[in-house]
């Protein structure tokens, strides 16, 4: 699918969806500059856009590969560009999966822009929508399309590092929860959890370091193919790239100190289910040497054949039970 428009005389004109007829607007006035929007581009689309705007097969190949990276390629005339776009983040995010995306292509030129995607994108059409009613300012063509573009796909980033941090606090609750005895169950939930986060969280970084990289080239001053005054634009995206990279950070060191807690819930519990033990067998050990007393194999034990003998031994030993207690409980160890 094809969608065009011009910037000329400071005026946004659409133009037709039609190959013929975009190339024939464009080229009758050298003052105006293009924007190309193709959607699931055929090889013979690829093909005619290398050969009419004189862009190199391998860029334009490129488009079909839906696994890449951030990354900017300089030529003479134009320059490629290849952004992976956040897919929009859905109400409950699994931290198991990796960070959805899904590729889109630039490549500006003097004169031109042209988008690829294989299918559509709802950062291109917004920004596209923007421009054809004229709601962006005026400005330098294409750089002004360009940054809109990316800075639509950067702040696409933000919801899903929301995401991981409500993700966080509930992975919190569940380990916080075991030290008061709530939802024993949910123990290996919790740790699971925290490493998924984790791992998704050292995804988003793989795929933001590039785009970070990429904004740095884009906002030297020297770079020949955006006016100069567009610099600043790039850096200040390369700065909120910056700052999307020191928030995962500082959820990444969020989820190694739950990791910590984790473990220090697991030993206080543990240290109380051995306390309980220990107070369990410190009691029991006077009364096995009651009851042993009086198991012996002789005639002559004192009490042995009085009617209250059972009875007073069993007294006496629930009286040191409940002595041993309230002597525990005194002392702070129950």
């Keep these: 699918m094809l969608q065009a428009m011009l910037l000329k005389d400071g005026q946004v004109v659409p133009l037709p969806a039609d190959f013929d007829a975009i190339l024939s607007a464009w080229r009758q006035d050298p003052g105006c500059c293009l924007w190309l929007d193709v959607t699931a581009p055929d090889p013979a689309t690829l093909a005619r856009l290398s050969r009419e705007f004189r862009i ?24 490629y ?6 897919a929009p983040p859905r109400r409950h995010e699994d931290p198991r999966r990796r960070l959805p995306t899904r590729p889109l292509d630039l490549i500006a030129g003097r004169r031109y822009l042209i988008t690829l995607h294989q299918e559509r994108l709802e950062v291109v059409d917004l920004t596209w929508s923007r421009f054809a009613r004229g709601a962006e300012p005026q400005g330098v063509w294409p750089d002004l399309p360009v940054h809109s573009l990316c800075e639509a796909i950067l702040q696409g980033y933000f919801p899903h590092l929301d995401r991981m941090e409500e993700e966080l606090e509930r992975a919190e609750r569940q380990v916080f929860g075991q030290e008061v005895g709530r939802e024993p169950a949910d123990s290996s939930q919790a740790l699971e959890r925290i490493f998924a986060i984790r791992r998704y969280l050292l995804g988003l970084r793989r795929t933001l370091a590039p785009l970070r990289d990429t904004f740095a080239s884009l906002a030297r001053r020297d770079f020949p193919h955006l006016a100069p005054g567009s610099a600043s634009l790039f850096a200040e995206l390369y700065s909120r790239t910056i700052r999307l990279l020191e928030v995962q950070e500082n959820l990444r060191e ?6 910590e807690a984790y473990l220090t819930v697991q030993n206080n519990r543990m240290n109380q289910i051995m306390k309980t033990l220990t107070v369990i067998s410190t009691i029991m050990l006077p009364l ?32 040191l039970g409940l002595g041993m207690l309230y002597v525990f409980r005194r002392r702070g160890w129950i």
């Design 56 to 79: 190199h097969p391998a860029e334009v190949a490129a488009t079909l590969n839906q696994d890449h990276r951030a990354q900017l390629v300089e030529h003479r005339e134009y320059f």
């Design 81 to 86: 560009l290849q952004l992976p776009v956040p």
């Design 254 to 259: 969020y989820t190694a100190g739950l990791v």
């Design 288 to 319: 096995t040497v009651i009851t042993g007393f009086f198991g012996m194999n002789f005639t002559h034990i004192p009490g042995l054949h009085s009617p209250w003998g059972f009875w007073g031994a069993t007294a006496f030993m629930v009286a």
